[in-house]
């Protein structure tokens, strides 16, 4: 069946109908529910929208930041300073005109340097009646604090805890309610940690200096209004903003207030009012700044304030929040836009938006306009899908989606709207990659036709090839680059001797089935059996990466399979009362090109591979016996997988070349040729066969049984053919090749 016919048959498929109806129920079901997962997505998207798009900064506008930063911790000693300190520089700047004066700091304790403490902590020999009575004279740094605070117009900052404890300061201003009772909504603690109450009393205003991050620990919206028991107090944001404005109450709107249509339904909060100033929030009382990156214009060093290093129009009319920016202090928090701005720089900028009416909105009718626009997407690529080719599809898919973010975008930087384009995207993506797959049942019919007709003859690989391109059934191939693999068990005919068909077999398949495995975990495509022997190839039907190391890497597996598989065969030998022989293995290892493809007739297939690669593969694996070693490989194996512990073999003829081949075999894999043992061995080798080249035969010979006496037991086989070699050659014989391979 070709795909136009399944497509003409999409529209009446049950399948595809099928399809089309779990879309649309799984959209509107994952919208309604609003999922964790789907929330976090969102927040990534808002994110993205934010560091795309940040909200600039007025140098003219109505905050500044008087910093507790490293060159004012340098000119006035580390934090906390003495209240003394603080209380000359909330006069300063109440001098310099700030409408507002903010401390993002709580100051729950009394201050460590009242003269009262440094009595205290002076030595009992110091402690003159005479000191003590001036010190009991002195005012407490507290005191003049307070005094200072109760002058201008200031706000001291209190932290709402989850742990019970503390008592609330009296409220600095009412806080009053339109419609339901926003209990439910508004976050709520057990416990606070309040400011001495002489500061608190004499301060204008209180405000809580919590941040409630999301689960990534990310502030987006910042709460303007938190409660504990049944006692509302203000963010240090808004009740700075309270003071500045010089109102005396909050209003709190919340659901079913007059004039607001919410059918009895309770929403919690729609919005706040301050003086004249209305706020939109969330339902919890939050907003969600429109962030600004951190911009020094903003932040006014404290040791330049106290220095008479500002001019007084920074300060005039402003408000002015006080908080520590050092690095070492600690209160730093992570935004969409950075990963650490310090606190009091994003409450100067939630003031900032507020002010500026630039805060961002997520309007009640997002989530309805957003599952309607899933369900059109849904829809509009359901009929589409039947009239046009997959790729057409596809691309259409991939524009629209890029359309629904690039409206959302435009929505946020316009209106500072924010609008979820994933819903509608995912949906989009969902309906077209399952109608896709719908319609490609109808194809599917053509390609079984393909896998009956020719899977009892080809690797599944190959097979999957042709109903992709059946056009490829035509003999020929095309020229690879591959490595080849021969494995032949030694002596099989004397194994087999004495062994009925069914134990014949049955030891043939115990070791066939771990040796294809290997290869087969190395992405090796096997091209056939003959008896024991076993030919494989890699990177062909398909590209492998680095496949002459996979190959090696298959050898190895091999070498280790063989190695258990002798012995369960000896304890099963033990048990029978019998002798064990055991298996052994010659692997030749091949690189380089050859032609690949379909060999055979019009009637019979055969997907394999030929050239002189393959050939000299097969007389490497047969060379191995001569060599005592169970793996040799041609240069080209080593040059392309050189992780292996190699070992230079020979320079060997081959009939039918006229240069000879250098050959390897490999005594381990990486972990063992980073090996000290290895690299001695190695060069103990490599002087033998220096030797031998030099025309040194005997000492050559001396090197190959001394090698024989330390290496493993199963390279004892190579060092005793080797040390046979070199012997049996003249003293004075110019070194030549010690075997010419020909046919196996």
Not at 84 to 99: D, H, I, P, V
Not at 100 to 114: H, P, S
Request: hydrophobic share 50%; net charge neutral; aromatic share 6%.
């Amino acid at each position: 069946m070709s795909l136009e016919r399944g497509r003409s048959r999409g529209g009446s498929c049950w399948l595809y109908r099928g399809a089309f109806a779990l879309n649309l129920g799984l959209f509107i079901a994952c919208a309604l529910g609003a999922p964790r997962a789907l929330d976090d997505v969102r927040n990534l998207v808002f994110d993205r929208f934010q560091q795309l798009d940040p909200a600039p900064f007025n140098p003219t506008g109505p905050v500044r930041v008087a910093a507790i930063d490293e060159a004012s911790l340098a000119a006035l000693g580390q934090w906390p300073w003495p209240r003394l300190r603080l209380a000359e520089l909330t006069e300063k700047l109440r001098g310099m005109g700030a409408s507002a004066i903010g401390f993002d700091v709580v100051f729950a304790e009394a201050d460590r340097l009242n003269p009262q403490a440094l009595l205290a902590s002076l030595p009992p020999e110091l402690r003159t009646a005479e000191l003590a009575e001036k010190f009991s004279r002195a005012p407490s740094n507290d005191a003049r604090f307070a005094a200072a605070l109760a002058t201008a117009p200031s706000v001291l900052g209190l932290s709402f805890l989850n742990t019970p404890g503390g008592a609330l300061p009296a409220p600095k201003a009412g806080v009053a309610m339109a419609g339901d009772d926003p209990a439910l909504f508004i976050p709520a603690f057990a416990g606070v940690a309040a400011p001495l109450p002489q500061l608190a009393q004499a301060a204008s205003g209180l405000g809580a200096v919590n941040w409630l991050p999301d689960r990534d620990q990310i502030v987006r919206r910042v709460p303007l209004l938190a409660r504990l028991g049944d006692r509302y107090t203000p963010s240090l944001a808004l009740d700075a903003l309270r003071v500045a404005l010089g109102a005396t109450t909050l209003l709190v709107r919340a659901s079913n207030v007059s004039g607001q249509m919410d059918f009895g339904a309770k929403t919690g909060v729609s919005g706040l009012r301050v003086g004249d100033l209305s706020i939109a929030t969330d339902a919890h009382g939050a907003v969600r700044p429109h962030f600004s990156p951190p911009d020094p214009r903003r932040m006014l060093s404290i040791a330049s304030l106290l220095n008479d290093q500002v001019p007084a129009s920074e300060i005039q009319g402003r408000i002015v929040l006080i908080g520590p920016t050092a690095s070492g202090l600690g209160d730093v928090r992570a935004t969409p836009i950075e990963p650490a701005m310090a606190g009091v720089e994003i409450h100067a900028e939630i003031i900032e938006q507020i002010l500026a009416n630039a805060l961002l909105t997520r309007p009640d009718w997002a989530q309805g306009a957003e599952l309607a626009a899933a369900l059109v997407m849904i829809c509009l690529m359901a009929a589409l899908l039947p009239r046009v080719s997959p790729l057409a599809a596809g691309a259409i898919a991939i524009v629209a989606a890029a359309a629904l973010f690039a409206g959302a975008l435009l929505a946020f930087d316009k209106a500072g709207l924010l609008l979820d384009p994933v819903v509608p995207a995912l949906a989009l993506s969902l309906q077209t990659l399952t109608g896709i797959l719908a319609l490609w049942r109808g194809e599917q019919a053509a390609k079984a036709y393909v896998q009956t007709a020719f899977g009892k003859f080809l690797s599944p690989l190959v097979v999957a090839r042709l109903a992709e391109n059946p056009d490829r059934l035509a003999l020929g191939g095309e020229t690879r680059e591959v490595t080849v693999m021969f494995a032949d068990l030694r002596n099989f005919t004397s194994l087999s001797e004495g062994l009925d068909a069914q134990h014949l077999t049955r030891l043939l398949n115990a070791y066939l089935t771990p040796m294809t495995d290997a290869i087969l975990a190395r992405e090796g495509t096997i091209d056939k059996y003959i008896g024991d022997a076993i030919m494989a190839f890699w990177n062909a039907p398909v590209d492998v990466p680095r496949h002459a190391r996979r190959a090696v890497e298959a050898a190895m597996l091999m070498r280790a399979e063989l190695e258990r598989l002798n012995t369960s065969l000896e304890a099963q030998a033990r048990a029978d009362g019998r002798a064990h022989n055991p298996l052994r293995m010659g692997i030749g290892l091949n690189f380089g090109p050859c032609s690949v493809g379909n060999m055979g007739s019009l009637r019979r297939f055969d997907y394999s591979v030929l050239g002189d690669t393959v050939n000299l593969a097969s007389r490497l694996e047969g060379a191995s016996k001569h060599y005592g070693v169970d793996l040799i490989a041609s240069e080209a194996v080593a040059v392309a997988a050189p992780e292996a512990a190699w070992l230079d073999l020979d320079v060997v003829k081959v009939k039918g070349r006229n240069a000879p081949v250098r050959i390897f075999t490999a005594a381990g894999g990486a972990e063992f040729a980073a090996t000290s043992e290895f690299a001695n061995w190695r060069a103990a080798h490599d002087a033998m066969l220096a030797s031998y080249r030099a025309g040194d035969c005997e000492q050559a010979a001396a090197q190959a049984r001394a090698l024989a006496q330390q290496v493993p037991a199963p390279w004892r086989a190579l060092y005793d053919f080797l040390h046979a070699q070199f012997t049996a050659a003249a003293p004075s014989q110019q070194p030549a090749v010690l075997l010419t391979l020909d046919s196996k």
